[in-house]
T-cell receptor
Framework: GAVVSQHPSRVICKSGTSVKIECRSLDFQATTMFWYRQFPKKSLMLMATSNEGSKATYEQGVEKDKFLINHASLTLSTLTVTSAHPEDSSFYIC?????????????FGDGTRLSIL | AQTVTQSQPEMSVQEAETVTLSCTYD???????LFWYKQPPSRQMILVIRQEAYKQQNATENRFSVNFQKAAKSFSLKISDSQLGDTAMYFCAFMKGPNNNDMRFGAGTRLTVKP
């Protein structure tokens, strides 16, 4: 089946650091990638949707300058948390989708646990 | 906007027994897709089962089946012969179709299978 690789799986860093998370589709071309944030014992909240070669679409309330998304190729999207603070600590999950006309579900990465000290 | 409601924050079931997880949704769309995802302690999101709204037949995947009631906007998941490995968070999700990227998740139900 389709595989999405997310890296790193765990990040611990100091406040003020910028952190980059990568999401790669390993065996298919991901036309669209999605970034979610999940708080403990809560559901997944969509942060933004990125299409290859174009600017990401952010959900209401998500700071685009804080969470930079780049989808430069059909197999890679990156999320950069800029100048991270303790309140940015969370579990971040990416997902990827191929041809939208196929109406296939999203394939999820294994997530990144971000801890800001 | 579409909303997905899972009214059972936590459930438990004895190993080998059957359990049903509830999900309701609200939409004005006529064509859409519904999913159940499993998230074990490892936090990986695993697709359990999917249902196309235009199909009347309930989807089935081995021990997992759904009861899709389109008029009632209900999409429950039945797990038969529960196994310890079924212990996880279960999320119901809705996606508009066709050609739509927007997937919305319910709040989740934490299922514990007891030996």
């Amino acid at each position: 089946g389709a595989v999405v690789s997310q890296h790193p799986s765990r990040v611990i860093c100091k406040s003020g650091t910028s952190v980059k998370i990568e999401c790669r589709s390993l065996d298919f071309q991901a036309t669209t990638m999605f970034w979610y944030r999940q708080f403990p014992k809560k559901s997944l909240m969509l942060m933004a949707t990125s299409n290859e070669g174009s600017k990401a679409t952010y959900e209401q309330g998500v700071e685009k300058d804080k969470f930079l998304i780049n989808h430069a190729s059909l197999t890679l999207s990156t999320l950069t948390v800029t100048s991270a603070h303790p309140e940015d600590s969370s579990f971040y999950i990416c997902s990827a989708r191929g041809d939208p006309t196929s109406n296939q579900p999203q394939h999820f990465g294994d997530g990144t646990r971000l801890s800001i000290l | 906007a579409q909303t997905v409601t899972q009214s059972q924050p936590e459930m438990s079931v004895q190993e080998a027994e059957t359990v049903t997880l509830s999900c309701t949704y609200d939409t004005s769309e006529s064509n859409y897709y519904l999913f159940w995802y499993k998230q074990p302690p490892s936090r990986q999101m695993i697709l359990v089962i999917r249902q196309e709204a235009y199909k009347q037949q309930n989807a089935t995947e081995n021990r997992f089946s759904v009861n899709f009631q389109k008029a009632a906007k209900s999409f429950s998941l039945k797990i038969s012969d529960s196994q310890l490995g079924d212990t996880a968070m279960y999320f119901c999700a809705f996606m508009k179709g066709p050609n739509n990227n927007d997937m919305r998740f319910g709040a989740g139900t934490r299922l514990t299978v007891k030996p």
